[in-house]
């Protein structure tokens, strides 16, 4: 890696002070920085100012209430792993925020920064002279998806943990802004696009993520190429709610497959029946029908397509043995 470009590192104290900030020109927001700092020394943008949201005191802390869970941005993803409101009732948003990095990436990487994380792929998170030399790419100073050189979108993978679980659970963010506070929907911060993956409109940053109460079982596994540290090569959450045998509630989220993290549609054609082989089987085709991985990692975009539907069957098929006496 190279060395750090020059910055002006600014460290608000209150909500207001990091809006006006962002009207900076060239100005980031950061917290814990594990993606952020890597990216500046492969040369991958240039910020003037970074904007250190971690003196704020609205973006912490984590609180179990009537309304759900509270999530305060700039949480530690060890703490939000340790937390017994997290890891009892929520144990798939624990799961996950254990499977991020390793250790010193959990202690200084936050929940706005996971949910915020880049785009990555093969053609992109490379030295700044291995990218000149392929004439850059359209994510960073190109024209071109060297994934797929014939489209007009970038393919780079969302690669964040925290978002499958959060997805599968109905979470919901409150985003500050020049224009005040607005709350949506979780899904609604992504657009399938490596490049322009964000939905924040300039000037914006994460507050807080609320979940609803009463949780369905859910759980979360990811394969990746190494058993610690690495991204998700494919993420999957899945929600279920049984009323005897049959499936009466079901989400599935994935993450690391496509250029936005989501919910998988159609799983209402399987609700009614038994979590058998049969039922296993129509969900991983539903979701090999929806994934779409490209050649952005090391390793083929078939095999992430076939992982994917096997994690979200073998969780499903788990959660559907611990339900039943």
């Not at 991958?44 to 973006?59: F, V």
């Not at 999530?71 to 939000?80: I, P, T």
Request: charge should be positive.
């Amino acid at each position: 890696m190279d060395g750090l470009p020059e910055f002006r590192v600014l460290t608000p104290r209150s909500v207001a002070a990091a809006v006006a900030a962002g009207a900076r020109p060239g100005s980031r927001f950061v917290a814990g920085g594990t993606d952020l700092m890597a990216n500046l020394r492969h040369g991958i943008g240039e910020p003037g100012t970074l904007i250190d949201l971690r003196d704020i005191p609205e973006l912490h802390g984590i609180a179990a209430g009537p309304l759900g869970l509270s999530l305060g941005a700039a949480v530690r993803l060890a703490e939000l792993a340790e937390h017994p409101a997290v890891a009892g009732p929520y144990p798939a948003l624990a799961a996950a925020a254990l499977a991020v990095g390793g250790p010193a990436h959990r202690e200084a990487g936050t929940i706005g920064g996971n949910l915020c994380l880049d785009t990555r792929c093969l053609f992109y998170n490379r030295s700044a002279w291995w990218r000149e030399a392929n004439g850059y790419c359209m994510k960073h100073r190109g024209d071109i998806c060297h994934v797929a050189p014939t489209g007009k979108r970038c393919h780079a993978a969302f690669s964040g943990d925290l978002a499958a679980p959060l997805l599968a659970h109905g979470a919901e963010v409150e985003i500050a802004g020049p224009h005040g506070l607005r709350r949506q929907p979780l899904g609604d911060l992504y657009a399938e696009d490596g490049a322009a993956h964000l939905l924040l409109a300039p000037g914006e940053f994460l507050l807080r993520v609320l979940v609803p109460p009463d949780p369905w079982p859910a759980a979360y596994a990811k394969a990746r190429a190494r058993g610690a540290i690495d991204f998700p090569l494919a993420g999957v959450a899945v929600a279920l709610r049984l009323e005897g045998t049959g499936v009466t509630g079901l989400r599935v989220a994935l993450t690391g497959t496509n250029s936005r993290p989501f919910l998988l549609a159609g799983t209402d054609a399987l609700l009614g029946a038994p979590v058998d082989a049969g039922w296993r089987e129509r969900l991983g085709k539903l979701v090999q029908k929806q994934v779409s991985p490209m050649r952005t990692t090391l390793l083929a975009a078939q095999y992430r397509r076939r992982v994917a539907a096997a994690l979200a069957e073998r969780l499903a098929g788990h959660l559907a043995d611990a339900a039943t006496p």
